[in-house]
């Protein structure tokens, strides 16, 4: 089956530019996580939604980040006057339930990424 | 908080020769542990999981890992590596319950030498 797609993979904007990362996450799964990863270091968590609620946006760097998943499925990453530091490649992830009390372990399935260049 | 520090952040092993990637954690909480491999230009894949039960997990790709409580230790082995193991590996951590974020350690760039 189709996994977890996001586009585009690969984005040159210029310092300034507002931008828009794509997450098409697998069909059915409740949980959507992004992750930051910046050149040579590991994913850091930005933020989580379940189904369209944001539970947690804890990891986000700045007011200039912004994510959203209004039905529940595809999400977007925004992000705003973009700054050479905001160049990475930013990951999402999916898995099939939620975080509720006592619910067993579910994989997270990571999609290929986009890496954002900012000029 | 809970935090990973894998040690050593490029390993060269001859082809054939036993791999071992180490990774510590922190946790205020009975850890998840997960081992991830990164290839060039493709998402993570779950190489193996602890969560509960047996502390020796077994992975795909022939890849194990031992939970050490005692240590704070869950370091991956293989015991011959194939030219196809080289790739980048990161250790994670996540909370005791139900799907948590992952916290990731800053990963160990694998060479297979021929």
């Known amino acids: 089956g189709a996994g977890v797609s996001q586009s585009p993979r690969y984005k040159v904007a210029k310092r300034g530019q507002d931008v828009a990362l794509r997450c098409d996450p697998i069909?059915?799964?409740?949980?959507l996580f992004w992750y930051q990863q910046a050149l040579g270091q590991g994913p850091e968590f930005l933020t989580y939604?379940?189904?369209?609620?944001?539970?947690?946006k804890s990891g986000l760097p700045s007011d200039r980040f912004f994510a959203e998943r209004p039905e529940g499925s595809v999400s977007t990453l925004k992000i705003q006057r973009t700054q050479q530091e905001d160049s990475a490649v930013y990951l999402c992830?999916?898995?099939?339930?939620?975080?509720?009390?006592?619910?067993?372990?579910?994989?997270?399935?990571f999609g290929p990424g986009t890496r954002l260049t900012v000029l | 908080a809970q935090s990973v520090t894998q040690l050593g952040s490029h390993v060269s092993v001859s082809e054939g020769a036993l791999v071992l990637l180490r990774c510590n954690y922190s946790?205020?909480?009975?850890?998840?542990l997960f081992w991830y491999v990164q290839y060039p230009n493709q998402g993570l894949q779950l190489l193996l999981k602890?969560?509960?039960?047996?502390?020796l997990v077994k992975g795909i790709n022939g890849f194990e890992a031992e939970f050490k409580k005692s240590e704070t230790s869950f370091h991956l082995t293989k015991p011959s590596a194939h030219m196809s193991d080289a790739a980048e590996y990161f250790c994670?951590?996540?909370?005791?319950?139900?799907?948590?974020?992952?916290?990731f350690g800053t990963g160990t760039r694998l060479t297979i030498i021929p």
């Open positions: 992830a999916s898995s099939l339930a939620g975080t509720s009390g006592g619910a067993p372990y579910n994989e997270q399935f």
């Open positions: 069909s059915g799964h409740v949980s």
């Open positions: 939604f379940q189904n369209e609620a944001q539970l947690d």
């Open positions: 946790s205020s909480v009975p850890p998840y």
């Open positions: 602890y969560t509960t039960g047996a502390t």
């Open positions: 994670a951590v996540s909370k005791n319950f139900g799907n948590e974020k992952l916290t």
